[in-house]
Nanobody, 125 residues
């Protein structure tokens, strides 16, 4: 079955970097749009960055543009989110998501059917 497993979360000081990884199994990653979402305490889950399956067009939330980079390795069935210049507002649980029909250009939560269990990212000031 489709499985997504996130790793790489942790605690970092403001201004630091973290790299999240997501291992995909049970499906052919190259045919799926992928995304990273996050949910902070008391807030709704929001799209951080998404990447289409075909044309390589990436979406970034305004709050992370220029600081975060999404990438994928279809051969290794891995998805990554490089997070630089982290600030306390980035503290959240980060989820990897995939879907064969999502466009990847708008990062809408409802477009994605498959989700990982989440990885905690905590940024201290």
């Amino acid at each position: 079955q489709v499985q997504l497993v996130e790793t790489g979360g942790g605690m970092v000081q403001a201004g630091g970097s973290l790299r999240l990884s997501c291992a995909a199994s049970g499906f052919t990653l190259r045919y799926y749009a992928i995304g990273w979402f996050r949910q902070a305490p008391g807030k709704e889950r929001e799209g951080v960055s998404c990447l289409s399956s075909s044309d390589g067009i990436a979406y970034y939330a305004d709050s992370v543009k220029g600081r975060f980079t999404i990438s994928r390795d279809n051969e290794k069935k891995m998805v990554f989110l490089q997070m630089d210049s982290l600030n306390v507002e980035d503290t959240a649980i980060y989820y990897c998501a995939a879907d064969p029909w999502a466009l990847g250009d708008a990062c809408m939560r409802d477009e994605y059917d498959y989700w990982g269990q989440g990885a905690q990212v905590t940024v201290s000031g």
